[in-house]
């Protein structure tokens, strides 16, 4: 005959552990679900991180050719990239509007330069330049066409 004691003892521990399995069997869903979150939220980042890399590099200035020599195009401005990397031309139209005691248009650019800006064909191709600055981030031009520094 068995021993009441014993068979109690037997039965108190196997509910013990009938406790112990389901909270472990808890636990591990719960785990497991947390691991399948994490796998989703890598592909997410992987993904956002592929789409941000490919909007840069459509972003990024591509060097032109000219006479089969790669030519330097004006660099959109980043917190990376300084004033010394622009040509030298385009530093000069820079630090004119940087004097100016305002907002200035092409032709008082030219002027601060020595362009001869009453020739047409001298000023028609520097009245690009800002705009260029303008497109890159460099500049802001107001409503009325003139151009200004950014903050």
């Known amino acids: 005959m068995l021993d009441p004691e014993l068979l109690e003892r037997i039965t108190a521990r196997r509910a013990e552990l009938d406790e112990r399995e389901e909270l472990l069997a808890?636990?591990?869903?719960?785990?497991r679900a947390e691991r399948d979150e994490l796998a989703v939220a890598e592909r997410v980042l992987e993904r956002v991180s592929e789409q941000l890399a490919d909007e840069r590099a459509?972003?990024?200035?591509t060097p032109g050719q000219v006479g089969g020599r790669a030519v330097m195009l004006i660099?959109?401005?980043?917190?990376?990239?300084?004033?010394?990397?622009?040509?030298?031309?385009?530093?000069?139209?820079?630090?004119?509007v940087r004097q100016a005691a305002g907002p200035v248009m092409a032709r008082q650019v030219g002027d601060t330069l020595g362009?001869?800006?009453?020739?047409r064909s001298k000023l028609e191709p520097l009245r690009g330049k800002p705009a260029r600055f303008?497109?890159?981030?460099?500049?802001?031009?107001?409503?009325?066409?003139?151009?200004?520094?950014?903050?």
Request: aromatic letters at 8%.
């Open 26 to 31: 808890k636990e591990f869903a719960e785990v």
């Open 58 to 61: 459509s972003a990024a200035p």
């Open 75 to 96: 660099p959109h401005r980043t917190s990376g990239v300084e004033e010394t990397t622009l040509p030298p031309d385009y530093q000069r139209i820079l630090a004119a």
């Open 115 to 119: 362009i001869d800006v009453s020739v």
């Open 134 to 151: 303008v497109d890159r981030g460099w500049l802001r031009k107001l409503p009325d066409g003139r151009f200004t520094t950014r903050l």
